[in-house]
């Protein structure tokens, strides 16, 4: 007897159970809670300088997709070799390639000026566009991009140094919202159809 009453209640736990866990995930949801990191979370306030000397804020982010890019000038081989496949990218996309913005923000701000920058893209696609700013500027994007950037040092003089940074393609969409890390290791003509998509 007591065999089968337990066994008419056990339904009754486990449909109460299961009533507490949906109940506490639209809490959850509600409360905008969640244990999954949100694209939201990459992204904020800045400011820096292009090449060309002229200021450059999150603001500017607005009316393109942009592919957004960390390194630096004296990077040897992950830096120029993005650039180039970015390039090749910009290459295949053709006419919409003028419809997409690319950004290469430099974490090296004692060495990369605006000055360095412009020298340094010339080797690249003409639209890429290079920023950089002081050390505190450059903390503050690549904390707000979630960017892990730091010194290493390679001789004895100050100036002996690389760079070890995130090396990830960032893609925003046209209101300059994080959505995905852009992946290069493809086709240059396979990455601009999926480039094309976010116009």
């Known amino acids: 007897m007591a065999a089968a009453g337990g066994r008419r209640i056990l339904p009754l736990v486990v449909f109460l159970a299961g009533l507490l866990v949906l109940g506490g995930a639209i809490l959850l949801q509600l409360s905008g809670i969640s244990s999954a990191p949100q694209p939201s979370a990459i992204g904020g306030p800045f400011t820096l300088t292009d090449q060309n000397g002229k200021p450059f804020t999150e603001k500017d ?4 997709p942009t592919l957004m890019f960390f390194g630096f000038t004296h990077c040897p081989d992950v830096c ?5 496949e970015v390039s ?11 419809k997409v913005r690319v950004l290469f923000v430099s974490v090296d701000p004692a060495r990369d000026t605006p000055a360095m920058l412009k020298d340094y893209l ?20 690549a904390s707000a991009y979630k960017v892990y950037a730091r010194k290493i040092p390679t001789g004895d003089a100050p100036e002996d140094y690389t760079m070890d940074h995130t090396a990830i393609v960032y893609l925003l969409d046209k209101q300059g919202r994080f959505v995905n890390a852009f992946n290069l290791q493809r086709p240059p003509e ?6 094309s998509g976010y116009l």
């Open 61 to 64: 982010l607005a009316g393109a």
């Open 80 to 84: 120029p070799t993005t650039l180039f």
């Open 88 to 98: 090749e990218v910009l290459r295949a996309a053709g006419d919409n390639a003028d």
């Open 122 to 141: 010339a080797s690249f696609d003409g639209r890429i566009i290079g920023l950089a700013g002081t050390q505190e500027q450059t903390d503050a994007i």
């Open 190 to 195: 396979e990455a601009a159809r999926d480039l």
